[in-house]
């Protein structure tokens, strides 16, 4: 499934000079310019900022189309994946690029249960923070602690423990997330329990007291593990492209991954669900509606409608689809006829599409639409929003890392730039500046 031999090339005319660029094909999806040689042969670097128009790596995990709005991973379209199979299925298709057999799922299911625990030194690394510490700050300090306390899993070169790595890091992410909500709620953790699946036993460390039985409920297990894996990857997004970069210098997986959650915080980026249910509380009623799109429509006014728009879909997001089904199924289950934050949004929504600006810009509701009135209904604070996102995109994160440190062409990423400072000048002693 490699690139296609070039069999078309493109020329690149600068004056009256002239230079052939080798034209590469992918499986499906845009043609791309090889641009690798071109400083060597021109002396000329290319401008992209936001990289719009440059691919970075070829892979073979995740495809976008953002115009027809599809996502598959490993060829598999995100909607029969999150209809027919559950997330740890999903996490192995995108690690070994094949669905598992039964076999191999068990044993993979096995592993990962085997993992979940942490080591006992860290629950005394949280309590270094403060109670009030955003769990994402905590999520961030922790995973890349990780290799201070895993040291037989840092040597990149070796195989065995780039695959122990990966599972100790899918395997723990949702306890060390649990663990950064119960902190924040000055609640005791909640042990791992092996004979739950990956979404409920996260529930459970998350709702659990050790004072109470705790039943969870296979509904909102089930919405929870569909969320996953529609997170789970999405091709060169910035914290990939940052994971990818981190892990291009050789750094170990798990000062990598800590890399890409803190990319992921941002509010244009993961921060973005956090950002959209603050918004819908914002608007509070339909009737401001108006008031606020007429906000996101003003140049003057830094306001976006978060939840809205995408770099690569214009189109609607396939995501946001499944998620505004799991928004009604779990609202449903948990018997919340009327959600005020829903009506907001459904009919923000609405506005927007038949608003000339959104229209026009292609903007529809992406992921973090509607996921945040689902977290909040399931009893998560805003503030863990980012961190389901961060968990869920981990394996993400591994099998773009495990792809690059495999490709033997694989070099240190180190981008160029084009310099608009000052051109040289002479150091002047500080008793002469002006
Ligand atoms: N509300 C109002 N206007 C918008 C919005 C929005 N949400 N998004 C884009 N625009 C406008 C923007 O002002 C610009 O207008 P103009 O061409 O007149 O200057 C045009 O649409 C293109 O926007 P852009 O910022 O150049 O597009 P981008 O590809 O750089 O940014 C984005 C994509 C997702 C950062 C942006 O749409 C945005 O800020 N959305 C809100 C935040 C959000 O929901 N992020 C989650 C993304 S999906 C999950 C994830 O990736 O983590």
Partial sequence: MDATPNTASAKLTVGDKSWDLPVKHGTIGPDVMDISKLYGQTGMFTYDPGFTSTASCESQITYIDGDEGVLLYRGYPIEQLAENGDFLETCYLLLYGELPTAEQKADFDMSVTRHTMVHDQMNRFFTGFRRDAHPMAIMVACVGALSAFYHDSTDISDPQQRLIAS????????????????????????????????????????????????????????????????????????????????????????????????????????????????????????????????????????????????????????????????????????????????????????????????????????????????????????????????LARTVGWIGQWKEMIEDPSQRIGRPRQLYTGAARRDYVAMAKRK
Wanted: glycine share 6%.
């Fill in 167 to 390: 599972i100790r890091m899918i395997a723990k992410m949702p306890t060390l997330a649990a663990m950064a909500y119960k902190y924040h709620i000055g609640q005791p953790f909640v042990y791992p329990k092996n004979d739950l699946d990956y979404s409920s036993n996260f529930l459970r460390m998350c709702f659990a007291v050790p004072c109470e039985d705790y039943k969870v409920s296979p509904v909102l297990s089930r919405a929870l593990d569909k969320i996953f894996i529609l997170h789970a990857d999405h091709e060169q997004n910035a914290s990939t492209s940052t994971v990818r970069l981190a892990g291009s210098s050789g750094a170990n997986p798990f000062a990598c991954i800590a890399a890409g959650v803190a990319c992921l915080w941002g509010p244009a980026h993961g921060g973005a669900n956090e950002a959209a249910l603050k918004m819908l509380t914002e608007i509070g009623r339909p009737e401001r509606i108006p008031e606020f799109v007429n906000r996101a429509k003003d140049k003057n006014d830094p306001f976006r409608l978060m939840g809205f728009g995408h770099r690569v879909y214009k189109n609607y997001d396939p995501r946001a689809k499944i998620m505004q089904q799991t928004c009604h199924e779990v609202l449903s289950e948990l018997g919340i006829k009327d959600d005020p934050l829903l009506d907001v949004a459904v009919e923000l929504e609405r506005v927007a599409l038949h608003d000339e600006y959104f229209i026009e810009k292609k903007l529809y509701p992406n992921i973090d639409f509607y996921s945040g009135i689902t977290l909040k209904a399931m009893g998560f604070p805003t503030a863990m929003f980012t961190v389901l996102f961060a």
